[in-house]
């Protein structure tokens, strides 16, 4: 079966640095994997390639089996991304973010999920207002929210727990289990150990832009799995 992400020989430079360097990863159909490190280990830059924003210096990106490179828009369209930063419009609201998306997918009948949506993460009481005012854990609420909305084959949520009170913890973890119960792939880019053990079944630890270990996430659990990790990235 192809898989739904398949990521081989990843390179990314900026200038004389390498960010990202030789990066393999498959994941399929209804499988979640983490990838964990410190800040700088090279898990955003990974994670804008795969999404498409950003362009590999080397390797290739194929998205159910779409060639990231011959087909861009095509491999956009069957991905749903939270960047680690950004993403928003400051000066439009919630259920204008939702529309705008609504329209650029060609989806129809989109009011009861989007409503759902709002509802689950704790957003529907502030629908109306811009987001310019929102809170960093708003913003990173609406930015999963955005991300899964379409119902993607691929998700990749980078930094979805930063800032995020217990609710959007919660409301996070529910679109990965109903995200993947619906066949989907789904990358959890985090520094939060703990939080990416409860996302996801796999674990790859990146430092330098490096894969240095990858195992069953349950394996990091514990005092011997933060043992194991802790050796990983230092």
């Known amino acids: 079966m192809t898989p739904v992400l398949l990521a081989h020989g ?40 795969l999404a498409g924003v950003l362009p590999p210096s080397a390797g290739t990106v194929h998205v159910m089996g779409v060639d ?28 204008e973010h939702l529309q705008l998306a609504a329209r650029l997918r060609g989806m129809s009948s989109w009011q009861q999920r989007a409503t759902e ?11 109306d207002r811009v987001t310019a005012g929102f809170s960093h854990g708003m913003n990173r609420r609406l930015s999963v929210l955005l991300a899964a909305f379409h119902e993607p084959r691929l998700l990749l949520l980078d930094e979805p727990f930063d800032g995020v009170d217990p609710l959007g913890v919660d409301a996070t973890l ?9 066949g989907a792939a789904v990358l959890v880019s985090t ?10 079944e796999e674990a790859v630890v990146l430092k330098g832009g490096r894969v240095v270990g990858a195992a069953p996430a349950a394996e990091l659990t514990g005092r011997d799995g933060e043992a194991r990790y802790r050796a990983l990235i230092s």
């Open 10 to 49: 990843l390179v990314v430079d900026f200038g004389p640095v390498r960010a990202v360097g030789g990066f393999d990863l498959s994941v399929g159909e209804g499988a979640s994997v983490a990838l964990v490190g410190r800040n700088g280990a090279g898990k955003s830059t990974t994670m804008r390639v």
């Open 68 to 95: 990231a490179a011959q087909d861009p828009a095509g491999v956009r369209a069957a991905v749903g991304y939270c960047p680690d930063v950004g993403g928003l419009i400051p000066r439009a609201t919630p259920w």
């Open 117 to 127: 949506l709002l509802e689950r993460f704790d957003l529907i009481g502030v629908a």
């Open 174 to 182: 529910e679109v990965v289990r109903q995200a993947r119960a619906g």
């Open 191 to 200: 520094h939060l150990l703990e939080l990416a053990v409860q996302a996801c």
